[in-house]
C-alpha cells in the first residue's frame, strides 16, 4: 500500500472507545474489534428471517435491474446490470428490512461497539452478479459521504453464503484508527483510497452471518466467478445526533451539517440503552 493522506476534513480524529457491560459480545471479541475494526459474526439472524428479507429484497432487485437495462450502457453511477446492483432505503419499503434493521442481535451488537444512543443511518441491498464479474474496490463507508461522529458500525449481513469466489468482503484491519482516509473516484468501480494492500484478510460468512466492522475500515469485494448471485442487505448505525458534512472536499470545508434523523428510514434502535422496538 503507498502512502495514503488523510481526508482533508480528518484533522483531529481519535478512535474512541467507551466502557460497556456487554450484552451479546464476549470481551475478545470487543478487544478485537477496537484493534482491528472487523469482527465475523456467525448466525446473528435466523434462516427464516433471512428467508423473508431476501425474498423482499429480490423484488426491490428486480425493480432495480430492469431500471438499469433500460438506461444506455446499462448503469447509473456505479451499479451496472450483470455486475452490482444497490438499492438504498429498502427500510421504507420492506417490513421484512425493517424487522431486521430492529433485530435483537444486531441492536445489541450495535450497544456492544457504539453506546446507549444509536440510530439506523443507512440500509442498501447490494447484489453481485456473475455475468460481469469486477471488484468493488478498497475504501472505508466514511470515504463516500462525511459522516460525524466519523465512527459508526457497518453490519454486512450476508444473504447468500459469501465465499472469496463469489466476492465476499475483504478487509485491512488496524487502518480504523487514522479516521477517515482520502479517497479517489475510478471509474465505473467506485471511490478508492488504496488499489492493494499486503495486510488483507479474506471475510468469508454463511448467510445470517455478517462481517461487522468500522466506517472507518477499508474493506473491498472481489468479482463474483461463480455461476449465482451473492446477495448482502447493509445496515449502517450511527451514535444519535450524528451529522453528514456536505460540500467538495477538495474544495475547502464542508458547506453545511445535515443531522440524519429521517424518521422514515433513520429511526432510533437503541434509547438510553434500551432498545426501541418501532420506529420513533
Ligand atoms: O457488497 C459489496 O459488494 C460491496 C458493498 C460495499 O462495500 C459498500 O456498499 O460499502
Given at each position: 500500500m503507498s502512502v495514503v493522506l488523510p481526508h482533508p476534513w480528518n484533522t483531529d480524529f481519535e478512535w474512541q472507545r467507551r466502557p460497556v457491560v456487554p450484552r451479546r459480545l464476549g470481551t475478545a471479541e470487543i478487544d478485537r474489534f477496537h484493534d482491528e475494526g472487523w469482527l465475523v459474526l456467525d448466525d446473528l439472524v435466523e434462516p427464516d428471517t433471512i428467508r423473508a428479507l431476501t425474498d423482499e429484497l429480490d423484488e426491490i432487485e428486480g425493480e432495480v435491474d430492469e431500471l438499469l437495462r433500460s438506461l444506455p450502457d446499462e448503469r447509473m453511477f456505479i451499479a451496472e446490470a450483470g455486475a452490482i446492483t444497490f438499492s438504498p432505503h429498502a427500510v421504507v419499503s420492506s417490513a421484512a428490512a425493517r424487522t431486521v434493521s430492529r433485530h435483537p442481535a444486531i441492536v445489541d451488537v450495535c450497544h456492544d461497539l457504539l453506546g446507549p444512543d444509536v440510530r439506523l443511518y443507512w440500509d442498501q441491498l447490494v447484489y453481485k452478479s456473475p455475468a460481469k464479474p469486477r471488484q468493488f474496490p478498497?475504501?472505508?463507508?466514511?470515504?463516500y459521504t462525511f459522516v460525524e461522529p466519523q465512527q459508526y458500525l457497518t453490519v454486512w449481513l450476508a444473504l447468500t453464503d459469501t465465499t472469496v469466489d463469489n466476492g465476499c468482503p475483504w478487509v485491512v484491519p488496524?487502518?480504523?484508527?487514522?479516521?477517515t482516509l482520502a479517497h479517489h473516484y475510478v471509474d465505473p468501480l467506485g471511490h478508492r483510497c488504496f488499489a492493494t494492500s499486503d495486510d488483507a484478510i479474506a471475510a468469508p460468512v454463511r448467510a445470517g452471518g455478517a462481517v461487522v466492522f468500522s466506517s472507518l475500515t477499508p474493506h473491498m469485494t472481489g468479482p463474483n466467478t461463480t455461476g449465482t448471485v451473492r446477495k448482502a442487505y447493509i445496515l449502517q448505525y450511527a451514535p444519535d445526533g450524528a451529522e453528514v458534512l456536505e460540500g467538495?472536499?477538495?474544495?475547502?470545508?464542508?458547506?453545511a451539517r445535515v443531522i440524519q434523523n429521517d424518521p422514515s428510514r433513520q429511526y432510533a434502535v437503541l434509547c438510553n440503552g434500551e432498545p426501541v422496538v418501532s420506529p420513533s
Open positions: 478498497w475504501h472505508q463507508d466514511n470515504g488496524g487502518c480504523h484508527t487514522r479516521g467538495k472536499a477538495g474544495d475547502g470545508p464542508p458547506t
